[in-house]
Every structure is written in structure tokens, then in C-alpha cells.
């Protein structure tokens, strides 16, 4: 894994998110350079956090994202590392402690989203899937306790999806480790109380994939009840939510899909 070794601290700071002790509190992105992760470590920024941004292939990416928080007077380090390698989580988690000296909140984001082969059932697919979307997170959550808990106040959010619930039949594998996942958050809520909480955010339509045309686009949208696709900003501040208004709450899955889950 190759990381950025500098923390980039802004002269003026229009917000800060403290813990007792006046400092100031760390959030750790998975798969922070572009989409959603890249939407939430802006927001946790804005709210007051200084961010770790991880990243697996997307430099460019996670440089600009940097860039968008130091722009908003926080503090940044840019984290490499590919999550389908069993050392990642750790090395992950060394390169927060070796930059902050703390972590406060893990979002687990990166997420791996491929549809199943349609010639022939495919083991590998399934285990890349599952490592990804599930071991990685579940590891890292291992991993970051420590410190965590040391937070008093940390926390983890899950990047869930609401396919975990009505799974599709071309995406099982991906599916299947998001069900995976959400059941993670429940069982860790369970492990790591009082001193960890853990919840998960499961977003329904936030970004279309680029191979979805306009037909497909407006065939999913009218079934979502509020009649529009979502945004990454609607699940950014979800995130941001947990994590500075949500002290009492533990072992939720937050839907954000617009009333899709309920039709």
C-alpha cells in the first residue's frame, strides 16, 4: 500500500467536531475518490472532521477529494490500498493512527458492484463479492476497535444497499453480500455496545449506472414513491446525521431510496 504521509492543516477552520478534550475528531472513507465516498468525506469535513480517504486505483480522484476537504480547513491524508488483499484493512488502519493518532468514525463505502457472468455459475466472482462488500468491512471494523473505542464516542457506518432486502436476479452475488453486510451491522451493533455504535446507510437509486439508458432510468424512477432519483448528497448528510446528531442510536439500517423499499 502507498499512502500520502502529510496532513495538511488550513490556517483558518470554520467548523471543528471536538471530542472533551477540545480534539478535534478523525473519520476514516473506504472508497473515497469519487461517487458517494467522495460526497460523504466532504461532508464529514464540512461538519468538522479531519478525513482519511482511502482509495484503490483512483489517485487523480482522491487528490481531488483531498483538495475538497483541505477546503474546508480540515486535515487529510489519501490512503492506497486494494481491499480484495487480506492486509489492506490493517495497513489501513496504521496509516490513520500514524496520521492522526485517533479515529472517531469508519465508513465503510468501497464497494464492488458487478453483475453475475450470464453463461455459467462462477465461484470467483462470488468470493471477490463477498470480500469486498463484507470480509473487508468486517475486518476493518476488527481492526479499528481500538481505537474506537477509545473515542468514547466512535462509531461505524455500512454503506448497505436495499437489494439486500429485494435482491436482483442478475446481481446475486453482489446482493448477496450486501444482505452479508447488513447483517454485520446488526450482529458488530450487538458486539461493540456501549462503547462502539454501529449503523448502517442503505441507499435506493443514487447514481445510475452509466450503461443504464434513459428508458431504464425513468422505468426505475417511477416506482420510487417520491418520483425522483436520490443523490449523494442525500446519503452524505445521512451519514453526517449518525455521526454527530445520533449518540443514541445503534444497530439501524437507515433506508435512503426515496419510499422505494415500501412499494
Known amino acids: 500500500m502507498t499512502k500520502s504521509t502529510t496532513v495538511t492543516m488550513m490556517p483558518t477552520v470554520t467548523m471543528m467536531t471536538t471530542d472533551a478534550n477540545g480534539d478535534v475528531r478523525v473519520a476514516l472513507v473506504t472508497g473515497a475518490a469519487v461517487r458517494v465516498g467522495r460526497a460523504i468525506a ?4 464540512d461538519a468538522g472532521y479531519d478525513v482519511a480517504i482511502h482509495y484503490r486505483h483512483s489517485k487523480v480522484q482522491a487528490d481531488e477529494t483531498k483538495a475538497l476537504v483541505e477546503s474546508k480547513g480540515r486535515g487529510c491524508v489519501t490512503l492506497c490500498g486494494d481491499l480484495l488483499d487480506d492486509k489492506t484493512p490493517g495497513m489501513l488502519i496504521d496509516g490513520v493512527r500514524q496520521a492522526f ?6 465508513v465503510n463505502n468501497a464497494s464492488l458492484f458487478e453483475p ?14 463477498m470480500q469486498v462488500n ?7 471494523i476488527e481492526t479499528a476497535a481500538p481505537m474506537l473505542e477509545q473515542s468514547q464516542s466512535g462509531q461505524v457506518v455500512n454503506l448497505c ?6 435482491p436482483w436476479s442478475t446481481y446475486r452475488a453482489y446482493c448477496a453480500s450486501k444482505a452479508a453486510l447488513a447483517n454485520l451491522t446488526l450482529s458488530y451493533a450487538r458486539r461493540l455496545a456501549p462503547g462502539i455504535r454501529v449503523n448502517g446507510v442503505a441507499p435506493g437509486i443514487a447514481i445510475f449506472p452509466e450503461d443504464y439508458d434513459e428508458a431504464i432510468r425513468q422505468r426505475l424512477i417511477a416506482k420510487v414513491p417520491l418520483g425522483r432519483e436520490g443523490t449523494v448528497d442525500d446519503i452524505a448528510r445521512t451519514v ?4 454527530l446528531h445520533g ?3 445503534t444497530g439501524q439500517i437507515i433506508r435512503v431510496d426515496g419510499g ?3 412499494v
Not at 466532504?42 to 469535513?45: H, N, R
Not at 493518532?101 to 469508519?106: H, I, N
Open 161 to 166: 444497499d436495499i437489494s439486500a432486502e429485494r
Open 42 to 45: 466532504v461532508e464529514l469535513a
Open 116 to 129: 453475475d457472468p450470464a453463461d455459467a455459475f462462477d465461484q470467483q466472482h462470488w468470493q471477490k463479492m
Open 260 to 262: 422505494r423499499s415500501i
Open 240 to 243: 453526517r446525521f449518525l455521526a
Open 134 to 140: 463484507a470480509i473487508a468491512p468486517a475486518c476493518l
Open 247 to 249: 449518540s443514541y442510536i
Open 101 to 106: 493518532g485517533r479515529l472517531d468514525v469508519l
